[in-house]
């Protein structure tokens, strides 16, 4: 459909990611190889509080909570934050 509002385009995208959260989490749940990356970024931080918009299945937010960080994680999809919620840091 052209001309969709903002508010049609979040909607398929969150409907659409709520379909496959799943699917998803399992193939984008191992982060060893952006361990490097993460451990780069948290160290260049000055403070101790990160947002993690878009956290997905929460795997990162999961590992920066392990690291001593107050972190949150958003997400669009329900359904991804009900995997994500399920984490064992994050209970």
Excluded: H, W
């Amino acid at each position: 459909k052209e001309n969709m509002t903002n508010e049609e385009k979040r909607n398929i995208v969150k409907n659409d990611y709520n379909a496959i959260s799943q699917m998803y989490a399992n193939i984008y749940g191992n982060i060893s190889p952006y361990v490097t990356y993460i451990d780069q970024f948290i160290s260049s931080l000055a403070g101790k509080q990160i947002l993690d918009v878009g956290c997905g299945a929460g795997q990162i937010v999961d590992y920066m909570s392990q690291k001593g960080f107050d972190v949150l994680g958003i997400d669009l999809a329900e359904n991804i934050l009900k995997i994500a919620i399920t984490l064992p840091s994050n209970l």
